[in-house]
T-cell receptor
Framework: EPEVTQTPSHQVTQMGQEVILRCVPI?????FYWYRQILGQKVEFLVS????????KSEIFDDQFSVERPDGSNFTLKIRSTKLEDSAMYFC?????????????FGEGSRLTVL | GQQVMQIPQYQHVQEGEDFTTYCNSS?????IQWYKQRPGGHPVFLIQ?????EVKKQKRLTFQFGEAKKNSSLHITATQTTDVGTYFC??????????????FGQGTILTVHP
């Protein structure tokens, strides 16, 4: 069964460092998302991406965050200068179709620890 | 902004007992989805409800969407140890251009004692 893959599974970084989290969505999917989950808390929306551009972003997704789909398969989340409060599990998700509806397929997540 | 509230936060049951979690949105939803997250895992899609008053069943799981499309529930009959995990509802706002942005509830952590 096709799946969303994410790397790295765990990244430890120093505050102020740049981090890139990578995702390979399912190949025929058209909508891509990043969500994050602080330990023990709910899953929070960061950004959605469609047709090679950001379609919506949350207040969390400030100027320190960016996303790219550089080569038609990878989908990356960059945090330019990490803060302690960026420590969380970051989930990439994708879906095939459906503007408002449709099942999201989540990757297994990248755990980011900022020291 | 849109808020999705979910109760209870925790539920401990004996195996064989029933379990229900409730979800309430501050805004009218286009659709609501339910996800299950096992400890240490990622959210896995269970179901999507789109129509007002819709009821769907998956074996021991029954999902309902309210008439006003602002609330939903998940009911599990005769829980098993394999039902352990966190159950999240997640709503998509109606009338927006959200590209399917999901707003998650806080989740209900279900533990099942054998």
């Amino acid at each position: 069964e096709p799946e969303v893959t994410q790397t790295p599974s765990h990244q430890v970084t120093q505050m102020g460092q740049e981090v890139i989290l990578r995702c390979v969505p399912i190949s025929n999917h058209l909508y891509f998302y990043w969500y994050r989950q602080i330990l023990g808390q709910k899953v929070e929306f960061l950004v959605s991406f469609y047709n090679n551009e950001i379609s919506e972003k949350s207040e969390i997704f400030d100027d320190q965050f960016s996303v790219e789909r550089p080569d038609g398969s990878n989908f990356t989340l960059k945090i330019r200068s990490t803060k302690l409060e960026d420590s969380a599990m970051y989930f990439c998700a994708s879906k095939r179709t459906g503007f408002l509806t449709g099942e999201l397929f989540f990757g297994e997540g990248s755990r980011l620890t900022v020291l | 902004g849109q808020q999705v509230m979910q109760i209870p936060q925790y539920q401990h049951v004996q195996e064989g007992e029933d379990f229900t979690t409730y979800c309430n949105s501050s805004t009218t939803l286009s659709n609501i989805q339910w996800y299950k997250q096992r400890p240490g895992g990622h959210p896995v899609f269970l179901i999507q409800l789109v129509k007002s008053g819709e009821v769907k069943k998956q074996k021991r799981l029954t999902f309902q969407f309210g008439e006003a499309k602002k609330n939903s529930s998940l009911h599990i009959t005769a829980t098993q140890t394999t039902d352990v995990g966190t159950y999240f509802c997640a709503g998509v706002n109606a009338g927006g251009t959200s590209y399917g942005k999901l707003t998650f509830g806080q989740g209900t952590i279900l533990t099942v004692h054998p």
